[in-house]
């Protein structure tokens, strides 16, 4: 236990002054506390970093000029991943008929099955596939794009020229 600090501490406290032991009393207790509040204030101020990005986003973003380009996207992101959402659906619904058979022969429901893949790909699993695949699509398209744009320094050069990137992107 010698090595702890406040042992320690209390050893040191005859030969230090006063003043000064109550100083390194104080640090010792208080740095746990201070790390707590150092970590604590690092992550409140990303978050409000970040908070500010996406409200300067979300402004630059709703310009009239800019709508034209909203729906060129939505349509891009959109309706030109129907044809991956159907696919996964399809295999999705097919592996679910064939689990699901399995389970509603032992019960004798095997009548039941068409009503249960169909409820439940379309209220459950549809919605959330279908996001999954959108947002795969959509955030790799996106970032590959953002990437190559960093990578060959044209945003660089929109900062450059004085640019703003968030409004130009």
Known sequence: ????????LKADSQS?????ARRQLVTVLTGPFAAI????????SNLGASAV???LAILKILRPKQIPKIIQ???YIGAKSTMIILLVGLFTGMVMGLQSYRALV???AEGALGTLVALSLVREL????TAIMIAARAGSAITAEIGIQRISEQI??????RIDPLRYL
């Open 1 to 8: 236990m010698a090595g702890t600090p406040l042992v320690a």
């Open 16 to 20: 230090l002054s006063k003043g000064k």
């Open 37 to 44: 509040g150092r970590a604590a204030i690092s992550w409140t």
């Open 53 to 55: 990005f996406l409200f």
């Open 73 to 75: 996207q939505v349509y």
């Open 106 to 108: 032992k019960v004798g």
């Open 126 to 129: 549809g919605p959330v596939l």
């Open 156 to 161: 660089d050069a929109l900062e450059t020229m």
